[in-house]
């Protein structure tokens, strides 16, 4: 069993070093992140129990609020890869660490990966992940109106605020993210060819904590700012 251990961090030093608040923010989202997926596996615990309106809307939430952190981290990755200092101490790093790095690289500006980042994570951040984009939402409700078989959805009036669940508003948030923002086609296969770009985002966010989670030690300690 892995034993933790605490160590501390010097906010004086911390204040001479350039380029440190990219290994902060590397640190939050890294943060973020674990939070996210701790709550989702309580959720995935939970569902026997809860309802079944209740799933659809939860998981899409967990895959928003997720794509907006990773998004956020995308930013601080950047800065590191343009640091001379910090990609020094990258080099530093295990092999694992360094492969995650080069991975999440692939989706900065010029990388193979730019587009597909851009496409899945970013949009759902820009668009979706807090708040969604009023003009995606009227276009979600005209392009329900017009499908077959999809033109009325439902409500859940369970009279609390844990048994209320507006089951209409997470299906036009599903048509948003896939059809919209993924632009998914419609059709048979739709929901396969969208589970494959969610595996694809969760790729990421794995190689993500698999940097930062070894990097922001080796950084701290590598810029003399433990103690």
């Known amino acids: 069993m892995i034993r933790s251990k605490t160590l501390f961090v010097n906010f ?24 996210i997926n701790w709550a989702l596996a309580r959720f995935n615990e939970a569902k026997p129990s809860l309802g079944e309106y209740l799933h659809k809307g939860m998981r899409i939430y967990f895959s928003r609020i997720h794509n907006g952190h990773l998004a956020e981290g995308m930013r601080a990755v ?39 980042f851009g496409l899945y994570v970013e949009q759902v951040r820009n668009r979706v992940a807090f708040h969604c984009d009023d003009s995606y939402l009227r276009w979600a409700v005209k392009s329900r109106a017009k499908r077959v078989g999809g033109s009325t959805s439902t409500l859940t009036a369970g009279g609390t605020a844990h048994s209320n669940r507006f089951e209409f508003v997470d299906d036009l948030l599903d048509t948003v993210v896939c059809r919209k923002v993924w632009r998914i086609r419609g059709g048979r296969g739709l929901r396969t060819r969208a589970d494959r770009v969610g595996a694809w985002c969760d790729l990421k966010a794995r190689q993500y904590l698999r940097f930062s989670g070894e990097f922001v030690e080796a950084a701290l300690r590598e810029l003399n700012l433990l103690c």
């Open 12 to 35: 004086g030093r911390m204040t001479r070093v350039e380029g440190i608040g990219a290994v902060v923010s590397l640190a939050m989202v890294y943060n973020d992140l674990v939070t």
């Open 78 to 116: 950047q800065k590191i890869h343009a640091n001379k200092a910090m990609r020094r101490i990258v080099s530093k790093c295990s092999l694992d660490c360094q492969k995650a790095f080069e991975e999440l690289c692939g989706c900065l500006p010029g990388g193979t990966e730019h587009l597909s």
